[in-house]
């Protein structure tokens, strides 16, 4: 309430009744208690002002605290030294559906969950230990609803004297963090799959594409294990007739007669390299195979030692021997070169490349594609370069993105690039491409091996 200093201007001048009232003496002593009571009442209405600017000053502040709390999307818990919650802020309550009044005063581990509880409960412990409490994340129990995961800090309240008065706790809520994490993780999850499928899918096309390749690469040893074969099933025969003769006891020389028209000596000298050449086709045939499963296997594969020359040469026989118009392969590189590393990668990386420039080639009579296999320092490049057409401009910046093609629906899925650049990557090395000066393009692989046998 405020007070009216004018109000001094009404306190009794006149003179007091009674028998004093004639007395000067008396008189003067009126005056001067008059005056010390004004000067009393002076001060106590300098005072109150104060006091009045003071406590608006202070509601000022209050309010102004009590915004700055209310606005905070943290929660806040104040504690005095022996744990008993003193504030909290309105995201707590609103958090935990709870009144002001009902927490004041009580534990403030009872606010977390029993599994944080643990976690918290050494917080005070800590601090009165002169120890910094670590950031850590606590769940708060929410009635009626799952709890709320906050990323906890905790720092020490000290009084004027710097003596330990309490804790704040400041709670970021991280569920929603927590939650837009999971639908990330889900996402990628998605996304791996998905790219999986992809490149599932551009395998089993380039796979479809290369099958009369292939079926032309086992043909050869198939046709000469046949050929063996039938040339020592008539060795064969040739050899029960001599020995059924040498049976029925015929004469030496009728014997010797018979060997020769037989050609038995031939026949005793071709078997050793006859069933040599077989198991090399039978061989052969296998390790087609095994290129194919692995060509067609969606397993991560171990590095492996091999022969990388060797590893080309098939790419491109596979390739080149489903062309109608073959264009001539021009191979620069050692005979053979033994590294270390993911073979079926390699493999499919190349044959894509090849089956790119045998595409841009066919029709063309003249077709050239130019194979370089370099050892450069730790790192394998294979180039393969073509005289078709070369890569537009505006194709250049798209080449490696899924699914840009310029070929006709049904001929090109637009991920042969994509799926090899990928490759390249996880691998550590990476698949240029660039068109030559005289025409023609130009893709260059590098990868990272182990090199075993140099050249
Ligand atoms: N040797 C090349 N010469 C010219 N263009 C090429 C060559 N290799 C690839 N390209 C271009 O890159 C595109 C993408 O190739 P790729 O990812 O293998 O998919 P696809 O072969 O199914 O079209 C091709 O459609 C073509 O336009
Ligand atoms: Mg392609």
Same mark, same amino acid.
């Given at each position: 309430?405020?007070?009216?200093?004018?109000?001094?201007?009404?306190?009794?001048?006149?003179?007091?009744?009674?028998?004093?009232?004639?007395?000067? %003496?008396?008189?003067?002593?009126?005056?001067?208690?008059?005056?010390?009571?004004?000067?009393? =009442?002076?001060?106590?209405?300098?005072?109150?002002?104060?006091?009045?600017?003071?406590?608006?000053?202070?509601?000022?502040?209050?309010?102004?605290?009590?915004?700055?709390?209310?606005?905070?999307?943290?929660?806040?818990?104040?504690?005095?030294?022996?744990?008993?919650?003193?504030?909290?802020?309105?995201?707590?309550?609103?958090?935990?559906?709870?009144?002001?009044? &009902?927490?004041?005063?009580?534990?403030?581990?009872?606010?977390? &969950?029993?599994?944080?509880?643990? *976690?918290?409960?050494?917080? !005070?412990?800590?601090?009165?230990?002169?120890?910094?409490?670590?950031?850590?994340?606590?769940?708060?129990?929410?009635?009626?609803?799952?709890?709320?995961?906050?990323?906890?800090?905790?720092?020490?309240?000290?009084?004027?004297?710097?003596? !330990?008065?309490?804790?704040?706790?400041?709670?970021?809520?991280?569920?929603?963090?927590?939650?837009? =994490?999971?639908?990330?993780?889900?996402?990628?999850?998605?996304?791996?799959?998905?790219?999986?499928?992809?490149?599932?899918?551009?395998?089993?096309?380039?796979?479809?594409?290369?099958?009369?390749?292939?079926?032309?690469?086992?043909?050869?040893?198939?046709?000469?294990?046949?050929?063996?074969?039938?040339?020592?099933?008539?060795?064969?025969?040739?050899?029960?007739?001599?020995? &059924?003769?040498?049976?029925?006891?015929?004469?030496?020389?009728?014997?010797?007669?018979?060997?020769?028209?037989?050609?038995?000596?031939?026949?005793?000298?071709?078997?050793?390299?006859?069933?040599?050449?077989?198991?090399?086709?039978?061989?052969?045939?296998?390790?087609?195979?095994?290129?194919?499963?692995?060509?067609?296997?969606?397993?991560?594969?171990?590095?492996?030692?091999?022969?990388?020359?060797?590893?080309?040469?098939?790419?491109?026989?596979?390739?080149?021997?489903?062309?109608?118009?073959?264009?001539?392969?021009?191979?620069?590189?050692?005979?053979?070169?033994?590294? *270390?590393?993911?073979?079926?990668?390699?493999?499919?990386?190349?044959?894509?490349?090849?089956?790119?420039?045998?595409?841009?080639?066919?029709?063309?009579?003249?077709?050239?594609?130019?194979?370089?296999?370099?050892?450069?320092?730790?790192?394998?490049?294979?180039?393969?370069?073509?005289?078709?057409?070369?890569?537009?401009?505006?194709?250049?910046?798209?080449?490696?993105?899924?699914?840009? *093609?310029?070929?006709?629906?049904?001929?090109?899925?637009?991920?042969?690039?994509?799926?090899?650049?990928?490759?390249?990557?996880?691998?550590?090395?990476?698949?240029?491409?660039?068109?030559?000066?005289?025409?023609? %393009?130009?893709? *260059?692989?590098?990868?990272?091996?182990?090199?075993?046998?140099?050249?």
């Amino acid at each position: 309430m405020a007070v009216d200093r004018s109000k001094s201007a009404i306190l009794p001048t006149a003179a007091p009744p009674g028998n004093l009232a004639s007395d000067g %003496a008396s008189e003067d002593v009126w005056i001067d208690v008059i005056q010390k009571m004004d000067e009393v =009442y002076s001060d106590l209405v300098d005072s109150q002002t104060e006091l009045e600017e003071k406590n608006a000053k202070l509601e000022e502040a209050d309010t102004f605290i009590q915004s700055v709390l209310g606005a905070m999307t943290d929660v806040l818990i104040v504690c005095d030294a022996r744990g008993r919650i003193q504030q909290v802020n309105r995201q707590l309550l609103t958090i935990t559906h709870r009144e002001e009044i &009902t927490l004041l005063g009580t534990r403030f581990s009872d606010l977390f &969950t029993k599994d944080s509880q643990p *976690t918290v409960a050494g917080f !005070l412990d800590s601090l009165i230990s002169g120890q910094e409490v670590a950031p850590c994340d606590a769940a708060i129990s929410v009635p009626d609803g799952p709890p709320a995961v906050v990323a906890l800090s905790c720092t020490p309240r000290r009084d004027p004297r710097g003596r !330990l008065a309490g804790m704040v706790m400041v709670g970021r809520p991280i569920g929603e963090l927590q939650r837009a =994490y999971r639908a990330l993780d889900a996402a990628q999850e998605q996304l791996s799959e998905t790219q999986q499928r992809l490149l599932v899918s551009e395998k089993m096309a380039a796979l479809g594409r290369l099958v009369a390749g292939v079926a032309h690469e086992l043909n050869n040893p198939i046709s000469f294990v046949f050929g063996n074969m039938y040339a020592l099933k008539r060795y064969g025969a040739a050899i029960r007739k001599y020995l &059924t003769a040498c049976d029925d006891g015929l004469p030496r020389a009728d014997l010797d007669d018979l060997r020769k028209e037989l050609k038995i000596d031939k026949v005793l000298r071709d078997i050793e390299p006859l069933v040599d050449g077989t198991q090399e086709g039978a061989e052969r045939v296998r390790d087609i195979v095994e290129d194919l499963r692995r060509f067609s296997s969606n397993q991560e594969e171990a590095p492996e030692t091999f022969n990388i020359i060797r590893l080309v040469h098939t790419a491109v026989d596979w390739v080149i021997k489903a062309q109608r118009i073959k264009p001539a392969i021009e191979f620069i590189g050692p005979d053979r070169l033994d590294v *270390t590393g993911h073979k079926g990668h390699i493999h499919q990386i190349v044959v894509n490349l090849v089956q790119n420039a045998a595409d841009v080639l066919s029709g063309c009579s003249d077709g050239k594609i130019r194979v370089i296999c370099e050892n450069d320092d730790g790192m394998i490049a294979i180039k393969v370069a073509d005289n078709g057409s070369g890569i537009e401009p505006a194709a250049m910046d798209k080449l490696f993105e899924p699914f840009f *093609t310029t070929k006709p629906i049904g001929s090109g899925t637009g991920l042969g690039l994509y799926v090899s650049y990928n490759m390249a990557l996880k691998q550590g090395g990476d698949l240029q491409a660039a068109n030559c000066p005289d025409g023609g %393009a130009e893709f *260059t692989l590098r990868i990272p091996v182990h090199v075993s046998s140099p050249q």
